[in-house]
Structures are given as C-alpha cells and as structure tokens.
C-alpha cells in the first residue's frame, strides 16, 4: 500500500476558514491521501469539495476534550454522517476513565458506534494524559465497545503520539482494532516507525512533507 493511503490528511484549527478547507481537499486529492479529518461544521462542505474523488471525510466529535454529554456526542456523529462523513473520530471521556467509571465509557462508545452503523469509528484515548493501566484499560473498553480504530491523540493535548504507546496499544489490540497514530508526526521516516509498530492510519496536518518525493529524496513513495 502506498505511503500516501495511510495519511488523514488534518487540519482542526479554530482558526481555519472555509478557504483553509478547499486548499485541504485539493491537496488530498492531489497527493491521494486515505481521508480529510475536519471540524464537524465543514463536514458537509468537505464533502462537496471531495465528490469526485475517493478521498473520504473523517469528523471529529466531543473535541477536544471529550467531556461533553453522551448524548451530544452521538447527535454529532448522526449529523456528521447524514452530512457526508464516513469516518467518526470521538474522544473519550477522559474523566469517566480516570475515575475508573468503565461502564460508562464503553457505553458512550458503544452507543456512537451504533448510532453510525458500517461507518468507521476511531476511539481518541488522549494517551498524554493516560497511565500505562489506564491507556491499556482504555483500548479494551474500544474493542469490547466495537469501535474500528482506537487513535493516540488529539494534537490538542499536552503530548501526541509515541512510538511506545502505539507498540503497547498493538500489545493490546492485536489484529482486532486498527490504530491510528496522531499528534506530531511530521516527516516520512517517522512515520513509517509508526507504521513498522502496528499503526493503519496517520494522522498529520504534515502529509504534504511526509509523501513529497522533494523532501524525502532518498526514500521510496510506497511502504
């Protein structure tokens, strides 16, 4: 598979401007990356922008922080859907899971996994904030909740990802649950040590950089 089908292509700024979001969809499309991973308010515009191509549209949900109402984060991943997203990225309630209030969070996965069906979920553990245990607990809840995708972080958060949270998250998941690593990854050989450790998805507002033959002369396009 190429380099270029691992990456979701991001930008999650407050700041960005519809303009900032064409130039994101052009440039995936361009480059042929897997995903756009956007605000839920340029869902449906992504969406438009995207439609003769394959590049799908990824959604963010209860971000970044994780800490609104179960009930507002599935309304969001509904609407996100019924507005073109085919890929749902939620964080957890990092509260409840600290806490060790269990049921809850697996419930509120759960509950968003359901509410989009066949689309794809990606669980945001916020690992920076996590312990070893919690981290580990937090990726078991993802697979017993069915969720797709469990994902190290937000970028939004006091660290993103490591390479060792991503081997121990495999450790974890095994082939059952995919992993996406994200947060501060930003050229090519990085990012294939991610993938060389278990991860199916990049998550970079750095793709450009990561696939340009320009800026990666000595290494191959593909992985």
Request: aromatic fraction near 6%.
């Amino acid at each position: 598979m190429t380099l270029n089908q691992y990456i979701d292509h991001t930008l999650l700024k407050p700041t960005a401007t519809q303009e900032d979001i064409r130039t994101l969809c052009n440039e995936a499309m361009h480059y042929d990356f897997y995903a756009v991973c956007v605000n839920g308010c340029y869902v449906e515009f992504a969406k438009s922008q995207l439609q003769d191509s394959d590049v799908k549209v990824a959604a963010v949900i209860g971000f970044p922080l994780g800490a609104s109402s179960t009930e507002t984060k599935v309304f969001e991943a509904k609407d996100h859907i019924d507005k073109g997203a085919s890929e749902i990225d939620m964080v957890i309630n990092v509260g409840w899971l600290k806490a060790k209030k269990y049921e809850l969070v697996e419930n509120e996965i759960r509950q968003i996994k359901q509410a989009i069906g066949n689309n794809i979920l990606k669980v945001i553990i916020e690992a920076c904030y996590l312990t070893h245990n919690e981290k580990q607990k937090a990726c078991e809840l993802a697979m017993k909740a069915n969720a797709d995708f469990v994902k190290t972080s937000t970028g939004f958060g006091t660290g993103g990802a490591t390479l060792e949270d991503v081997m121990r998250m495999k450790e974890v998941v095994g082939d059952q649950v995919r992993i996406k690593a994200s947060g501060g990854i930003k050229d090519q050989e990085t990012a294939k040590k991610y993938i060389a450790l278990g991860a199916s998805r990049i998550g970079t507002s750095s793709g450009i950089n990561i696939v340009s033959p320009s800026k990666n002369k000595n290494d191959e396009h593909t992985y």
